[in-house]
């Protein structure tokens, strides 16, 4: 027992200072999720970036979601990992023609990796036999960035 109740005093003002730092900390938290946000929204190479630490991170699902914003961006190593996602079914359905558009795309914008990768593919060791045909590069189109 306390004969004065300062006890129970100073105790309610550590309380109170403790949950405002805590409200402080969530504000600033909760700021940079937002701003991250914005950041990626508008920054193909951003959503890029982000596909690729979900990718380290087994998370395929939302790497391809990534990776796909990014292409349709057109942002040219995100098509290489988007080719690469169709072509292992990482994040979707495995689907050759696809992988074999996003990867021509990337090749032809100079990535190293997509035309290693598409040699191999369409040598009788890949599972690609027939290149590209220029029908299936029109299929995709790169759409603006939400701003």
Not at 13 to 25: L, M
Not at 42 to 47: K, M
Not at 50 to 55: A, D, P, R, T
Not at 56 to 65: I, P, V
Request: hydrophobic residues 35%; glycine residues 6%; aromatic residues 8%.
């Amino acid at each position: 027992m306390f004969c004065c109740g300062c006890f129970k005093k100073e105790t309610s003002s550590v309380n109170i200072q403790q949950g405002e730092q805590q409200v402080r900390n969530q504000t600033h938290t909760m700021s940079k999720v937002s701003e991250a946000g914005s950041i990626i929204r508008n920054d193909p190479e951003a959503i890029y970036q982000q596909g690729l630490e979900y990718k380290s991170k087994g998370n395929d699902l939302a790497a391809f979601d990534c990776f796909f914003k990014a292409a349709m961006a057109a942002h040219n190593q995100a098509k290489f990992e988007l080719g690469m996602c169709y072509h292992e079914g990482r994040g979707n359905e495995q689907d050759t023609d696809l992988a074999r558009v996003f990867l021509t795309q990337a090749a032809e914008a100079g990535i190293s990796e997509a035309k290693k990768k598409l040699t191999f593919l369409t040598s009788s060791k890949g599972s690609f036999i027939v290149p590209a045909s220029d029908n299936m590069k029109s299929l995709i189109v790169p759409l603006p960035i939400e701003k």
